[in-house]
């Protein structure tokens, strides 16, 4: 059979409804006033106009951070955000570079990056997510009763490359197709376990893995990085190699998600469903976990990771008015060793946050995350998903 048919029967099978396109509502409608101008000049300070301008070339803004964590203590930053791209040539969002270097007290330091390059009318798509850090990390072991047990934290400093480039092409429809690599190398330093969790410190090893990965992706979102309608269904199956202990391992990622403008009622509605499974002998720092700023905020990231993870995540996104928005989100996941033992325990999150749009569909976030133990303030931009 050709390609092109193939292709077109595959989009048919996979085919949802179309969302209708509608605008999300906010709670105040915003009037042009000496006040809002005023706010809007500022913000063009930093580079935040509030509209997408291809005739400029790369619209970049830079956004100082400052922020707080009990590993990281008091730190600074610096958010960068690039859009450019002709979005009058058939792509229907610009190409995004996304920076975030950062410093803390506690001597951690790094920087993230996300590329998101779109080509051929957005038919082919190029990402590039990387992270280079020393930072305060920790421990608490593998399986949920390790994680509940405060007396298992294993403090140390995680320094970590991570370089993650995929490319997708589309078939036909919203269905794409695509493949990718991950490298991952990670050295552990400054190992301070609590007392008695010494024999939790000693499975720190360092560790150098990566593999490549086919995907297969459903994807009517209006944006990837700051949906507002729209529907994604990925499809990840990934073989991988520790070159530490010469064994090679499996990472199988499933992630649905939708959006849904409430119009006539103010805000939008997104939810999203994660599944992260593995095989073979899984290196400590590659097992699916839970925390962090995009799954179950509120809890540290890693501090529940086993071979098996599952999470689901629900937000209500409320612009207000002018820039100024707000977000309100529930969570609830699940570690385990077998996927026939998922959901016997269950953790749950949740949070608010302020949103102030620096750009078309650029959103820098402030959240706040509730978990079973503490809770996580968390400062970057975009949404979570």
Not at 26 to 36: G, S, W, Y
Not at 64 to 70: G, K, L, N, Q, W
Not at 126 to 136: G, T, V
Not at 325 to 349: H, I, K, N
């Amino acid at each position: 059979m050709r390609l092109l048919p193939l292709a077109a029967a595959l989009s048919a099978t996979f085919a949802l409804p179309a969302l209708a396109e509608t605008e999300v509502k906010p709670l105040f409608e915003t009037e042009p006033n000496a006040v809002i101008d005023s706010l809007d000049r500022l913000l063009s300070v930093f580079g935040a106009e509030e509209e997408y301008d291809e005739s400029k070339g790369l619209n970049s803004s830079y956004i100082p951070a400052v922020f707080y964590t009990p590993e990281q203590g008091l730190g600074v930053g610096l958010l960068y955000v690039g859009l450019y791209g002709d979005t009058q040539g058939g792509t229907e969002q610009p190409s995004a570079l996304i920076l975030n270097p950062y410093v803390s007290s506690n001597g951690s330091m790094g920087i993230s990056g996300d590329s998101y390059h779109f080509t051929n009318g957005g038919d082919n798509r190029f990402n590039l997510d990387f992270k280079i850090q020393d930072d305060a990390s920790v421990y608490y072991g593998v399986g949920y009763q390790n994680g509940q047990q405060d007396d298992n934290q294993v403090d140390y400093a995680e320094r970590l490359l991570r370089l993650k480039p995929s490319w997708q092409s589309r078939v036909g429809g919203n269905l794409f197709l695509g493949a990718g690599a991950d490298l991952q190398i990670v050295a552990p330093t400054d190992i301070e376990p609590s007392t008695g969790a010494e024999g939790l410190a000693g499975e720190l090893e360092r560790n150098t893995s990566y593999g490549g990965f086919v995907s297969a992706v459903y994807d009517s979102r209006d944006n990837v990085i700051s949906a507002s309608e729209g529907m994604l269904l990925q499809a990840d199956i990934g073989a991988y190699y520790d070159d530490s202990n010469s064994e090679a391992f499996g990472l199988y990622d499933l992630t649905a998600s939708q959006y849904l403008s409430l119009d006539p009622v103010p805000g939008l509605l997104a939810w999203q469903v994660q599944g992260s499974f593995s095989s073979g002998e899984v290196p400590w720092n590659r097992l699916p976990d839970l925390g962090g700023d995009k799954a179950m905020r509120g809890y540290i990231e890693g501090r529940y990771r086993d071979n098996q993870m599952m999470m689901a995540q629900m937000e209500y996104r409320l612009p207000i008015y002018w820039r100024i928005g707000m977000v309100f989100w529930g969570a609830a996941g699940t570690v385990a060793d077998t996927p026939s033992e998922l959901w016997e325990d269950t953790l749950y999150s949740y949070g608010t946050g302020f949103r102030v749009k620096i750009k078309d569909k650029v959103n820098l976030r402030a959240d706040i995350g509730f978990g079973e133990h503490e809770a996580a303030f968390y400062f970057h931009v975009n949404e979570v998903f």
